[in-house]
């Protein structure tokens, strides 16, 4: 069976020898004022001999993939097939003529070595927009192919890109909170139980989230909530929590673990350096055409830490928003005052 871009050709060759051969007519009619039957046969063999040196043209092309060449190279090549096409063509319309007794009376009179020249030329003049018009489509299709071709390979890295970082955010949180409960098991086992319990909800959610790319604010906020329970059981009185939630940004997609990954790293170097402890407020607001996070936590920035913007906290959070939701995107962090430090991240809102 052919193929779609196949039959497409051969309309295409169709329409447009078909155009030569109504051009002529047109013309002819035009100019003389009279077409006659040996023209209208004349005309059809012109198309057929078109059609045919125009398809064995292709195929040579295809043969020695031409098409690849860069223009500089091909162009002499082409030229010199274009001649040789020209005379096959030539030959074969010159052979019908004489077959069918079809030949012009004005060139029957003339030797053989000048219709030939002449009918190459004729022949030339068509073959060359037939080359044109073929390596346009064929650079345009190409052209299409490698945008397509592109746009799949930044996809495929893309996604390799955030499975690896997934792959460093679970080990890294899940080493930091098996911390915490080891801590619990002698000191108080009952609640080193609830510590375990807690856990498991969140790594069930993170389960679940290793499988797409973003998930609901909503969710985000439950595994960073169960994550601050846990840690409250260590801290206890040292940890402050502070919530301002708009409600209509729980549906809102962010990419998952990392309200978790930053929330952790305001308590790992701000809360657990400081002897008094102190607070942690998550806040979650339209601004403008973002949505915004803001992570206000104590403490300090103080260079040797993921909380300075060298560590793989704060950069996988840059990456994953650049990969998601491009250059609109925004991640930064910064110290506000004595003590506090503000992470700040802006996401595109979808105002579809």
Known sequence: MLSR???YYWWC????WGFVGLSLIFITFTFEGNVT???YKRIGVVILAGITTTHLLRLMIRRLNWLMLPIEK???????????????CSLLVMGADVVFDLAIKSRKLADFPNRLAVSTLDMGLLLVPWVLIYYTFHYVEKSRRQQVSTLKLEALVKELELKTIKAH??????????????ALIDENPE???NAITELSNILRSSMQ???V???SFEKELNIVKDYLALEYIRFEDRLKVEYAIDEDTLDQPVPPMMLQTLVENAIKHGISKQMTGGMVKISSDFKGNNHELVILNTGRLNGNGSINGDGFGLVSTRNRLQLLFGEKANFEIKEIGHNLVEAKVLIPVDLK
């Open 213 to 215: 790319e973003t998930v």
């Open 5 to 7: 871009s196949y039959k």
């Open 13 to 16: 060759q169709a329409a447009g």
């Open 191 to 193: 609640r080193a139980r």
């Open 169 to 182: 955010i679970n080990p890294h949180f899940i080493f930091n909170a098996l911390n915490s409960i080891r």
């Open 209 to 211: 989230a290793e499988k």
């Open 37 to 39: 039957n040996d023209f």
């Open 74 to 88: 091909v162009l002499p090549k082409l030229l010199i097939a274009v001649i040789g096409a020209s005379i096959f």
